[in-house]
């Protein structure tokens, strides 16, 4: 399974490009000098090849595979009805919670989080509620980070590494399939990456980056380092937040009046510093000097990388004195 996806999804991927070029599914790359059109909808790749994972593991009896790929693809076809509906921002909070579903009725979850220093917690009535709001924050975080080439799938990504390597240390074993779900999902991630990269061959559209926010939460219920996920989410939970509080509430991207940054003649970004721009870490970066769109993506890369180096070696650390 994970050799096929590492060779069909940049097949797929290309044929959805073509398909969407040839009936008009468009969108400006809006931080680029001529703001080309290009595919709206590449995460559609994702979803056509989770679908196939997911049929394939369900005809091969592997019900935590299939569950948890499941939850992936329920947050994707939302992500598609988003696509076209543009679901109302104030309800994503409550619909992104339905991914969670598959796993919390096929009970593929152990309600005892490891925690470093600390050990296994019991929250049987608790865990199932943070679920819901873990697939929620998750989604919505990845979304609202998805603003420039390639940022999603290569936050995923180092996420999912991380999330991975972290298998090999201490602490409480992941559940069965999991690392089979880490391995397909970064081989999938890993061969989609190219074509969102700088420059773009295509965007994710929502159902892109909706996906990929469920995809790195079942990774981490599945190896059970929720600990280290809250850790390695904090930069994209910081933009998300910065977000919220900056535009005072949930309000769909299309009626925010200001953008975070703007574009000087040599088409390098600046911080807007107007009241009604919202706040994110793109603007952060751009505080000080323009930047270039190529410039943006390598510091946010980086420290989407260093954060999870700190929080790879934080979480170590804790276990070498904490409770195994």
């Known amino acids: 399974m994970v050799a096929a996806d590492a060779i069909l999804t940049p097949l ?9 070029r040839k009936h008009g599914f468009l969108a400006k790359d809006m931080h680029k000098p001529i703001m080309p059109l290009i595919p709206s909808m590449g995460g559609l790749a994702l979803l ?8 394939w593991a369900l005809a091969d009896g592997d019900l935590q595979l299939s569950v948890f790929l499941l939850a992936i693809l329920t947050a994707g076809l939302l992500g598609t009805y988003d696509d076209f509906k543009d679901i109302d ?26 925690i470093p220093l600390v050990g296994e917690l019991r929250i049987t009535i608790l865990y199932p509620l943070l679920l819901l709001v873990a697939y929620s924050i998750a989604c919505n975080a990845l979304n609202m980070a ?3 080439n390639g940022l999603a799938p290569a936050s995923t990504l180092i996420i999912l590494v991380s999330l991975g ?3 090999f240390l201490p602490g409480p074993k992941p559940l069965p399939h ?48 929720e600990y280290l996920f809250i850790l390695l989410l904090v930069p994209l939970g910081l933009n998300g937040f910065s977000i919220l509080t900056s535009i005072k509430g949930l309000i ?24 009604e721009a919202p706040v994110t870490l793109v603007q952060l970066l751009t505080l000080n000097e323009g930047l270039t769109e190529k410039e943006v993506i390598k510091y946010y ?9 700190i929080s790879l070696v934080f979480y170590w650390a804790c276990l070498l004195g904490g409770v195994h």
Do not use: C, W
């Not at 056509?48 to 049929?55: A, G």
């Not at 061969?191 to 790195?216: D, E, H, R």
């Not at 925010?256 to 390098?268: G, T």
């Open 48 to 55: 056509v090849i989770f679908s196939v994972d997911f049929l």
């Open 146 to 148: 998805d603003t420039h």
């Open 165 to 167: 390597a972290s298998a």
């Open 301 to 309: 890369l980086t420290l989407m990388v260093s954060n999870a180096i």
């Open 178 to 225: 999991a690392y089979t779900l880490v391995a397909v999902l970064i081989a999938s991630v890993a061969a989609y990456l190219p074509f969102n990269f700088y420059p773009a061959k295509t965007l994710n559209g929502n159902v892109g980056s909706f996906m990929m926010g469920a995809a790195i939460t079942s990774a981490a219920i599945a190896l059970r380092r």
């Open 89 to 114: 921002a104030r309800m994503k909070v409550l619909v992104f919670t339905l991914p969670s579903l598959p796993v919390l009725l096929a009970r593929m979850y152990r309600p005892r989080p490891f």
């Open 12 to 20: 797929l991927t290309y044929f959805v490009i073509k398909l969407q």
């Open 252 to 275: 769909n991207r299309a009626r925010i009046k200001e953008r975070p940054v703007y574009l000087d003649s040599s088409f390098r970004m600046h911080a807007s510093l107007k009241p």
